[in-house]
């Protein structure tokens, strides 16, 4: 299995431009997470879906983020604008809800820098 | 909040010693996991302990659970220099798939 996979895997932008990051879970798993990572804040969880639909999303910072899953192998978190704090690695993860374990599976990242 | 807190943040040992790192966290458990972190990369799952557990075993690793504490401790022992890395814990509440990770500990092998 190839497991998680993220693109891109780096992203420079410019302040105010619309970044998307995308994710495609392991196949056959039913939630997803998108977590974000900072020095200062450590782990963070921002969104989950399960079945796609999203189930938790107190974890988004503003409404300049927003994440959908339009189906079981694809998702993407978008910010608009985007702004200098909103640098850092951001991690999709996967799980099959379900089983008695609950071990999430990460992708490699997308590391996003904000100037 | 961080529902889990890694103590120490960081440690470093001699290639061979054994290391141990502790998380203690705030609220009642279904389970408790611990993830590794090399450098650039994601998360890896190391091991799970279920609130019903003590103590597990896999390889290297051990791992102890006290729930009267609210505590875990993970154990590498004879470490090696590629166990150099950061370990988290995360804890997943019942009725929940949120997992909610710790702080961390930096680990530092010295060959």
């Known amino acids: 299995d190839a497991g998680v996979i993220q693109s891109p895997r780096h992203e420079v932008t410019e302040m105010g431009q619309e970044v998307t990051l995308r994710c495609k879970p392991i196949?056959?798993?039913?939630?997803l997470f998108w977590y974000r990572q900072t020095m200062m804040r450590g782990l963070e969880l921002l969104i989950y879906?399960?079945?796609?639909?999203?189930?938790?999303d107190s974890g988004m910072p503003e409404d300049r983020f927003s994440a959908k899953m339009p189906n079981a192998s694809f998702s993407t978190l978008k910010i608009q604008p985007s702004e200098p704090r909103d640098s850092a690695v951001y991690f999709c993860?996967?799980?099959?809800?379900?089983?008695?374990?609950?071990?999430?599976?990460f992708g490699p990242g997308t590391r996003l820098t904000v100037l | 909040s961080q529902q889990g807190e890694e103590d120490p943040q960081a440690l470093s040992i001699q290639e061979g010693e054994n290391a141990t790192m502790n998380c203690s966290y705030k609220?009642?458990?279904?389970?408790l996991q611990w993830y590794r972190q090399n450098s650039g990369r994601g998360l890896v799952h190391l091991i799970l302990i279920r609130s019903n557990e003590r103590e597990k075993h896999s390889g290297r690793l051990r791992v102890t659970l006290d729930t009267s504490k609210k505590s875990s401790s993970l154990l590498i022992t004879a470490s090696r220099a590629a166990d150099t890395a950061s370990y988290f814990c995360?804890?997943?509440?019942?009725?929940?798939?949120?997992?909610?990770f710790g702080t961390g500990t930096r680990l530092t092998i010295i060959p």
């Open positions: 879906f399960n079945n796609n639909v999203p189930i938790d």
């Open positions: 993860a996967s799980s099959f809800a379900g089983e008695v374990t609950d071990t999430q599976y």
């Open positions: 196949s056959g798993h039913n939630s």
């Open positions: 609220t009642s458990i279904n389970n």
């Open positions: 995360a804890t997943l509440n019942f009725g929940n798939e949120k997992l909610t």
